[in-house]
């Protein structure tokens, strides 16, 4: 039997630590693989110090994370998209609710994958650079497919011109980038907002506009090019994101939807230890206060907003759709581009917990992914 090593989270608020695991065995619908490149999230270090609030029905022992990268080494017997030796990357579900097991998280060496939430990736494209893709394209397909969101329709080859737009509040994020080449697939013109020295990369991505977020006028300005036009929904990603989405939206026609990928407060100063719950306390405050500022708000422009939860694609069509129909063929025919650029931020199950701590601290329009 081929050994198997995992980060494990052994209870809530526990410390990382590296042990031992069951080798998995691929059952119906499933794949193992040997992984070469984990991306790390804020997902990640959340549920280990917030999970009483973000994942209270998790089982510990657990073993988390979503986005990894690898080589085939078993798959199910009623597989039949992939072989032993495909090169694929695939969104891991040990944290869904309704996937909860610890042999499908992506932290290990050997990780279980749904058949239908993997993609097979060619031959030039990098495990470290098709990595970051899983979290990333699962929130942004989410927000934009998904039937209770915006319900575009679905991404294509030559998918013909719709004549709306979506507006991607925080591009040049993992979630926006994303966002930004799906909506355009699906035959939407997209403006978005990031900071100057990212308005190149989401423009090579397809998006028609950008505009600088921390300009005082960028609410106006947007307003200014939407003007005549029709929109098919917003995604607001990061903090202070939602607001300017309402007032933007708020006087035009169209859908006047905004898919939430960011809470109103921040869980990131929630330590593990000492100070959790007063932290915790407050950040749970902090964003029902402002959940209820906003939805007042929302209701006086008669917009409608909505928080995304970036592994429900999971059980419904826009997994298969995403991974099985869209992702495979256009990634090997280069319509779709691995996105952000990935920096190598260790080597081993035992560099990530550091990775997930400077993702904490901040990177721009970059995924920080450790190899194995």
Known sequence: MTDNTALWLSSKRAAFT?????FPTAQSGEIVIRTRAIAVNPMDRLVQTSGDLMTPYLHYPAIVGSDVAGDVVAVGA????????????GFAGSTDKTRN????????????????MT????????????????????????????????????????????????????????????????AVAAGYEVIATASPRNFDLLKRLGATAVFDYRSPTVVADIGAALRGKTVAGAVAIGAGSVQPCIDILG????????????????????????GHW?????AMAGT????????????????????????????????PMT???????????????????????????????????????GVSATKLVVTL
């Open 101 to 116: 097991r610890a042999a499908e998280g992506a932290f290990q060496t050997y990780v279980v994958l749904l058949e239908h």
């Open 278 to 282: 007063r932290k915790l306390i407050a």
């Open 18 to 22: 590296v042990g031992a695991a069951p």
């Open 119 to 182: 993609a097979a990736i060619p031959d030039a494209l990098a495990f470290e650079d098709a990595s970051a893709l899983p979290l990333g394209i699962s929130t942004a397909a989410c927000a934009l497919f998904q039937r209770n969101f915006l319900a575009l329709n679905a991404p294509a080859k030559g998918a013909r011109a719709i004549g709306r737009i979506v507006l991607v509040w925080g591009g040049s994020t993992s979630v926006g980038v994303n966002a930004v080449q799906l």
């Open 323 to 361: 991974f099985e129909t869209f992702l495979p063929e256009a990634l090997a025919d280069g319509r779709y581009v691995a996105a952000p650029a990935v920096e190598i931020a260790g080597h081993g199950l035992a560099a990530i917990p550091a990775a997930l701590e400077r993702q904490r601290r």
């Open 251 to 274: 006087p035009c026609k169209g859908n006047r939807f905004i898919a939430m990928a960011t809470p109103p407060a921040s869980f990131d100063a929630v330590p593990a230890g000492r």
């Open 288 to 319: 029902v206060a402002g959940n209820i500022a906003l939805a007042l708000s929302a209701r006086r422009k008669k917009v409608t907003l909505k928080m995304i939860w970036g592994s429900t694609l999971i059980s419904n069509e826009v997994g």
């Open 78 to 89: 009623d597989v039949t998209r992939f072989r032993v030796g495909d090169r694929v990357v």
